[in-house]
């Protein structure tokens, strides 16, 4: 079955780019193209795409909040940041507003559709340097913000791991446990943190602050 994916880029060359990407890719079905953040939040709740690719510089609403606002409406949608910024601010406020992945612009066509795939798949995929942003912010707050609840020496690993990406069953194979235990693991440090998914609990033990 193929995988459905919505763009919203204002750069009408870029989207034309990406949308001619996908549609000559096996296993991928272009629902949708959209050029501002307002034209996305009317038409993805009908389109219900599997992965939808954002650009954070919109007119109008940027995509960032453009994500903040159809995440709750469209919890099963993976979102995945597609931009020329790699600084933290703009990371992590994407990652806390509800995106799976973040890359940049220049990823290749091949890397891209993997992305994709990875995505859909459950994985948090991420440009090689932004990655690396994302795991250096989280080792440097291991021990935890001021006030939190503790975390387990499994439970840092498993997050750890998260942090970097891994799929459960990475996780599992990682650190020798079967994947329900993972799961298991997983649950309990998102009760612990009072958080509902992977990027919020990396972002919040990173001591950056949970969006609205």
Request: hydrophobic share 45%; proline share 5%; glycine share 6%.
């Amino acid at each position: 079955m193929s995988i459905k994916i919505s763009i919203i880029e204002d750069d009408v060359s870029a989207r034309e780019i990406l949308a001619d990407w996908i549609r000559r890719a096996e296993g991928f079905h272009c629902v949708g193209e959209y050029d501002d953040a307002e034209s996305a939040l009317e038409a993805l709740p009908r389109e219900k795409p599997a992965v939808a690719l954002v650009d954070i510089n919109l007119p109008g609403m940027n995509g960032i909040e453009c994500i903040r606002r159809l995440k709750p409406v469209l919890p099963q949608t993976q979102f995945v940041i597609l931009t020329v910024y790699e600084d933290d601010n703009h990371i992590f406020r994407a990652l806390t507003a509800g995106a799976s992945g973040y890359l940049l612009k220049q990823t290749p066509r091949q890397m891209l559709l993997a992305a994709l795939k990875e995505v859909n798949a459950g994985g948090s995929p991420m440009s090689s340097s932004i990655a690396r942003k994302v795991v250096q912010s989280f080792c440097r707050q291991m021990a935890g913000p001021a006030g939190a609840p503790s975390l387990s020496p499994r439970e840092q690993e498993v997050l750890e791991l998260l942090a970097r990406g891994f799929l459960y069953k990475e996780i599992a194979d990682s650190l020798e446990l079967s994947v329900q235990t993972v799961n298991t693991y997983i649950r309990r440090i998102y009760e612990k943190l009072h958080v509902r998914s992977r990027a919020q609990a990396i972002a919040l033990y990173a001591h950056v602050p949970l969006a609205e």
